[in-house]
């Protein structure tokens, strides 16, 4: 049995295979991504805002667009020839696109609202946040229009997917598409163009600001995006050439929703970098320290000789530490001598002798 439903060639060439691998990779990753950053502002930071649960209700927008166009690869989408699209999967393949537009608009707005959010939580000056302000009622309302207008294309609206529907009219598709995108890339240059005012006249080293400009930046990989998209709309010919649009717009939305949150989880990568910083210290240090490594060495012997005249014992005792004692640090040496490594990384070499002497008593001899 093919990838495709009711085809009457189980090989018919279609991409659906590749736009589901890249649907499910992606969002997961994006899944990922987005638990990281609730991890962060929940656990970490313990400031969950606005910005972070617009980011999350983005990404299950992600994921009904991207199950639904999985379905629809099993319909038809990704067909490379529109003569093996079986009649019976015309109708469900266009009832699916159908639903699937909302999704998509809905995900794209959400990541922008999500980002404009977090920057108006870092904005100080009044004059900023009002700026931030407008440009998110400006970007709700365009996307807004976006999907008004797409569930409306047409008159009546089930002409859309039902082609026994042959009365009525609708919009051009292809124009219409082009001026959309077009005009998202607009609102994605200004929303990534937002934080450059401020961080250049942040009181910041120069180095933590080319990062934050850096990170902020990101968005331009979203405008590549939505520039790959108008070249394939243009390429539209037929309702099959879809595949390549939905295929970008799941890379699309994913994308935004990983950049989106890269700058929330900077406590997180902080964190990382100041503990294998602190372990490399560590480590550095405590070569420094032992140049000798000691390992549970333990010997003590001690001596008796005779001296001219009586009898002399000699013991050795560690400092500080009472007769015959070791330490993992102190082992004895022949002679009764006491060594230790000290934390300065010299070692230093005691011996204690201890004399008695027991005179002869008078008329031995």
């Not at 047409?154 to 005009?183: E, N």
Request: hydrophobic share 45%.
């Amino acid at each position: 049995m093919g990838w495709t439903f009711n085809t009457d060639s189980p090989d018919a060439t279609t991409s659906g295979p590749t736009i589901a691998a890249v649907g499910i990779a992606l969002t997961t990753l994006s899944l990922i991504v987005v638990c990281l950053r609730m991890y962060v502002r929940g656990w970490v930071v313990k400031a969950v805002g606005i910005d972070d649960w617009l980011m999350s209700f983005t990404w299950f927008m992600s994921l009904g667009f991207m199950v639904i166009s999985v379905v629809q690869t099993k319909y038809g989408l990704g067909l490379q020839r529109l003569s093996a699209m079986p009649d019976q999967n015309v109708k469900p393949f266009g009832l699916l696109q159908y639903c699937g537009a909302p999704f998509y608009i809905t995900s794209i707005l959400g990541f922008k609202l999500s980002v404009l959010f977090m920057f108006l939580r870092i904005a100080v000056d009044r004059n900023y946040r009002i700026a931030i302000i407008m440009i998110a009622i400006a970007c709700t309302c365009f996307h807004f229009c976006f999907l008004i207008v797409q569930i409306n294309l047409c008159h009546p609206v089930a002409k859309q997917w039902d082609p026994a529907i042959t009365w009525g009219s609708c919009l051009v598709a292809v124009p219409f598409y082009t001026s959309m995108a077009s005009l998202t890339i607009v609102f994605d240059v200004i929303i990534m163009c937002t934080p450059f005012p401020m961080l250049l006249r942040a009181k910041l080293p120069r180095r933590k600001k080319a990062i934050l400009l850096g990170i902020f930046s990101l968005g331009i990989f979203i405008t590549v995006i939505q520039i790959i998209r108008i070249l394939t709309i243009k390429s539209l010919s037929d309702y099959l050439d879809s595949s390549k649009l939905i295929m970008w717009s799941m890379v699309e939305n994913n994308l935004g929703i990983i950049v989106g949150c890269i700058p929330a989880l900077a406590p997180l990568f902080r964190s990382v970098l100041d503990k294998t910083s602190h372990v490399s210290s560590s480590q550095r240090q405590g070569v420094e320290r032992s140049p000798y490594s000691l390992r549970n060495i333990y010997r003590r012997k001690s001596s008796h000789a005779p001296s001219m005249g009586g009898q002399s014992s000699v013991h050795a005792e560690g400092p500080g530490s009472g007769k015959n004692t070791t330490t993992e640090d102190q082992w004895r040496t022949e002679g009764g001598s006491d060594e230790h490594l000290n934390t300065a990384g010299s070692i230093y070499m005691r011996t204690d002798f201890s004399v008695e002497h027991e005179p002869r008593e008078e008329g031995a001899g």
